[in-house]
């Protein structure tokens, strides 16, 4: 399974950019999908996540309202449009395969239930 991310870099406070991941070697539209980020010396975070139809997806609460994950199953490629940006969403952002559910609305939000990661997107947000 590869996993690439684009679509990092530079916006200023209030800016917008759009986050690219185009996997290959999997049966994409089986996996629910998420979105992570890591700021200098703190954790990976959750982000978003969207089940596999693309019909259900989930938040962080800081992002809520700014922030939209989406999917392209024909093009093996999920999105993060990210509005409004604010300094604080800098970071490392990480597209990752989570679990399959059966059932079609699932997704999760725990870091632990994603197995394969990419290489990360550096996003910073001026102020």
């Known amino acids: 399974v590869q996993l690439q991310a684009s679509g990092g870099g530079l916006a200023q406070t209030g800016g917008s950019l759009r986050l690219s991941c185009a996997a290959s070697?999997?049966?994409?539209?089986?996996?629910?999908m998420g979105w992570f980020r890591q700021a200098p010396e703190k954790e990976r975070d959750f982000v978003a996540a969207i089940a596999r139809s693309g019909d259900y997806t989930g938040y962080v609460d800081s992002v809520k309202g700014r922030f939209t994950i989406s999917r392209d199953n024909r093009k093996n490629t999920v999105y993060l449009q990210m509005n409004s940006l604010k300094p604080e969403d800098t970071a490392v952002y990480y597209c990752?395969?989570?679990?399959?559910?059966?059932?079609?609305?699932?997704?999760?939000?725990?870091?632990?239930?994603?197995?394969?990661w990419g290489q990360g997107t550096l996003v910073t947000v001026s102020s």
């Open positions: 070697g999997l049966t994409f539209s089986t996996y629910t």
């Open positions: 990752a395969v989570g679990p399959r559910y059966n059932a079609i609305g699932s997704y999760s939000e725990d870091r632990s239930d994603y197995n394969y």
